[in-house]
């Protein structure tokens, strides 16, 4: 059964850093894309980025280039989304997820999820 | 930023169906398949329509999704409370090099 299990619930501060993690199981890691999905209280889906574990190619949606890095671990089968500075307008639910190539236009696996609360 | 347009809302009595439209462009649905996914508060989006029209294995038939041009429609027969949740379609965007999604529209039965 193919599972993406994400790291628990996190409050910080403004201008500290974080990274969360999504480990997958029950498939071969390096052999499909991860993204990660944002979503702020109350709004809509965000596709952020995309990383293939197998040579750990990433690639940043517009919008988030340069506002977080993406990163993978072979061995441990583990995705990563990191901050370096936190603001405010970073709260928001990440949701890490499986595509079965670049360019798919679906998602069928889904982490359960990992809330993110940046207040002073 | 969504770039696909959907209805806020839409309601209607248990048992009658709704209709939901997503409206995108050609660089996104005019050139791309469609999926459909259903939000229930508090948990992950749940694929419920990949490839335009086709339903994972699990999904009843009371959902289905269609494709013409740049716009596509999910429609969901047979309304239930429990479908009672926020729907968003999604496909890739080509301009963009990534998959994009609707700005959401939230089902209520009456």
């Known amino acids: 059964e193919v599972q993406l299990v994400q790291s628990g619930a996190e409050v910080k501060k403004p201008g500290e850093s974080l990274k969360i993690s999504c480990k997958g199981s029950?498939?071969?890691?390096?052999?499909?894309?991860i993204a990660w999905v944002r979503q702020m209280p109350g709004k809509g889906l965000e596709y952020m980025g995309i990383?293939?574990?197998?040579?750990?190619?990433?690639r940043y949606s517009p919008s988030f280039q340069g506002q977080v890095t993406i990163s993978a671990g072979k061995s441990l089968s583990t995705a990563y989304l990191q901050w370096s500075s936190l603001k405010a307008s970073d709260t928001a639910m990440y949701f890490c997820?499986?595509?079965?190539?670049?360019?798919?236009?679906?998602?069928?696996?889904w982490g359960q999820g990992t809330l993110v609360t940046v207040s002073s | 930023q969504s770039v696909l347009t959907q209805p806020p809302s839409v309601s209607a009595a248990p048992g009658q169906k709704v209709t939901i439209s997503c409206s995108g462009s050609?660089?996104?649905?005019?050139?791309?398949?469609v999926s459909w996914y259903q939000q229930l508060p508090g948990t992950a989006p749940k694929l419920l329509i990949y490839?335009?029209?086709k339903r994972p294995s699990g999904i009843p038939d009371r959902f289905s999704g269609s494709k013409s041009g740049t716009s596509a429609t999910l429609g969901i027969t047979g309304l239930q409370t429990g479908d009672e949740a926020d729907y968003y379609c999604?496909?890739?965007?080509?301009?963009?090099?990534?998959?994009?999604f609707g700005t959401g529209t939230k089902v209520t039965v009456l």
């Open positions: 029950g498939y071969s890691f390096t052999s499909y894309w």
């Open positions: 050609s660089s996104n649905i005019g050139n791309n398949y």
């Open positions: 990383i293939y574990p197998g040579d750990s190619d990433v």
């Open positions: 999604g496909t890739w965007d080509n301009s963009l090099s990534a998959l994009v």
């Open positions: 490839e335009n029209n």
């Open positions: 997820v499986r595509q079965n190539y670049f360019g798919t236009s679906y998602i069928e696996y």
